[in-house]
């Protein structure tokens, strides 16, 4: 690749993560607009390259075309939105691109910057954000802010254990603890007890590493299901408190997931081509699932589920960084009830998992 090109792709690849900042840090930005600007700058990352120069996995390059396809084919047998088919081509065109594009260390160093102040903004929003979120007054989801306290802490946790830094790996372990507590973001305090188990305990880090790819596809199927188990407990009746947390077992999601089902019964073909966000369920339209899993099959079909989470994990678990991988599998446990997968801002997180996870373990980032 010549100098020129590489200066140019240094160019988009910070204008991409500084994207990133902004829309978290400006929540203000709407998603369609924060989707045409990534998809913009993929363009723009794909127009300057040529297939020579992204070295592009010849296995990745299929998938994604016959994936992008089956998306495209949702506007014209389901009623999908724009937005949501940008969202999806934008990721599976990420992923692509970012599974190849080799970052230097100054990249890196810029991604933890980056991650390290979303992180202190969070850790920040968290003192006050579920009493905003009571009195009405919140700006930000609560969710949103332990979730992201969440994966940003799982960047620099892989920092300090690069470097050996064991003291201030505790210490951003308690304050990240009492940062998604504050939150009551029961996905996000779940993923976090997941991956330190995973990250500390030898014998269950080795064998799920092992494993990694088995236990992949078990939680999509688990994924998948939850929606159902959930829905099935609030018909009968089956209920229970949740300790050491402020929220109720069902907190609408059960009524939200309900009408998707009872839709799919009614429209036979959106088991094949999915429903759409511009379907009118009997509770009107839905453009958040609160499942990440349910949101692919509900947007997109049961072909495109299942080439979609093999496409993504066929990625994942050639990632020589444990951490990551776990990461990555705390983040496929929150998609349990958040739709994490298809927000425009946590998608650029798994793209950097995926560089992390390939390219920082040759030499220590400091």
């Given at each position: 690749?010549?100098?020129?090109?590489?200066?140019?792709?240094?160019?988009?690849?910070?204008?991409?993560?500084?994207?990133?900042?902004?829309?978290?840090?400006?929540?203000?930005?709407?998603?369609?607009?924060?989707?045409?600007?990534?998809?913009?700058?993929?363009?723009?990352?794909?127009?300057?390259?040529?297939?020579?120069?992204?070295?592009?996995?010849?296995?990745?390059?299929?998938?994604?075309?016959?994936?992008?396809?089956?998306?495209?084919?949702?506007?014209?047998?389901?009623?999908?939105?724009?937005?949501?088919?940008?969202?999806?081509?934008?990721?599976?065109?990420?992923?692509?691109?970012?599974?190849?594009?080799?970052?230097?260390?100054?990249?890196?160093?810029?991604?933890?910057?980056?991650?390290?102040?979303?992180?202190?903004?969070?850790?920040?929003?968290?003192?006050?954000?579920?009493?905003?979120?009571?009195?009405?007054?919140?700006?930000?989801?609560?969710?949103?802010?332990?979730?992201?306290?969440?994966?940003?802490?799982?960047?620099?946790?892989?920092?300090?254990?690069?470097?050996?830094?064991?003291?201030?790996?505790?210490?951003?372990?308690?304050?990240?603890?009492?940062?998604?507590?504050?939150?009551?973001?029961?996905?996000?305090?779940?993923?976090?007890?997941?991956?330190?188990?995973?990250?500390?305990?030898?014998?269950?880090?080795?064998?799920?590493?092992?494993y990694r790819k088995s236990i992949l596809y078990i939680l999509t199927i688990?994924g998948a299901l939850v929606p159902l188990i959930i829905v099935y407990m609030?018909?009968?009746?089956?209920?229970?408190?949740?300790?050491?947390?402020?929220?109720?077992?069902?907190?609408?999601?059960?009524?939200?997931?309900?009408?998707?089902?009872?839709?799919?019964?009614?429209?036979?073909?959106?088991?094949?081509?999915?429903?759409?966000?511009?379907?009118?369920?009997?509770?009107?339209?839905?453009?958040?699932?609160?499942?990440?899993?349910?949101?692919?099959?509900?947007?997109?079909?049961?072909?495109?589920?299942?080439?979609?989470?093999?496409?993504?994990?066929?990625?994942?678990?050639?990632?020589?960084?444990?951490?990551?991988?776990?990461?990555?599998m705390a983040v496929f446990t929150i998609g349990f009830f958040e739709n994490?997968?298809?927000?425009?801002?946590?998608?650029?997180?798994?793209?950097?998992?995926?560089?992390?996870?390939?390219?920082?373990?040759?030499?220590?980032?400091?």
């Open positions: 690749m010549s100098l020129k090109k590489e200066k140019i792709n240094s160019v988009l690849f910070y204008l991409y993560f500084l994207l990133l900042l902004f829309s978290i840090i400006i929540p203000t930005i709407s998603s369609l607009l924060l989707n045409i600007l990534v998809s913009f700058i993929v363009f723009l990352i794909l127009f300057f390259n040529n297939y020579k120069d992204l070295k592009l996995n010849s296995k990745n390059f299929t998938f994604s075309i016959i994936i992008s396809s089956l998306l495209l084919l949702s506007i014209i047998f389901a009623k999908g939105g724009l937005g949501s088919l940008i969202n999806s081509l934008n990721f599976i065109m990420g992923i692509l691109i970012f599974t190849t594009l080799i970052p230097n260390k100054q990249h890196i160093k810029f991604i933890y910057l980056i991650c390290t102040i979303i992180y202190l903004y969070n850790f920040w929003l968290s003192f006050d954000v579920w009493n905003q979120y009571l009195d009405m007054t919140f700006k930000v989801n609560p969710n949103s802010v332990g979730i992201f306290l969440f994966i940003n802490f799982v960047v620099i946790h892989s920092w300090l254990k690069d470097n050996k830094k064991r003291i201030l790996s505790v210490i951003l372990i308690i304050i990240t603890i009492y940062g998604i507590n504050m939150t009551n973001c029961r996905s996000a305090l779940i993923a976090m007890l997941i991956y330190i188990i995973l990250c500390y305990i030898p014998i269950i880090s080795k064998l799920i590493f092992r688990i609030y018909i009968n009746n089956i209920n229970f408190t949740i300790p050491f947390m402020e929220k109720r077992l069902y907190t609408g999601r059960e009524k939200l997931w309900y009408s998707i089902l009872e839709a799919f019964k009614t429209t036979k073909s959106g088991y094949l081509f999915g429903l759409g966000t511009n379907y009118a369920t009997n509770i009107g339209l839905i453009n958040n699932c609160h499942n990440w899993f349910m949101g692919i099959y509900y947007n997109f079909g049961i072909i495109t589920f299942i080439l979609y989470f093999k496409y993504l994990i066929n990625n994942i678990i050639v990632l020589n960084r444990k951490e990551i991988v776990y990461g990555l994490i997968g298809l927000w425009a801002e946590t998608q650029i997180y798994i793209y950097i998992f995926m560089i992390m996870g390939r390219y920082i373990k040759e030499e220590k980032i400091t």
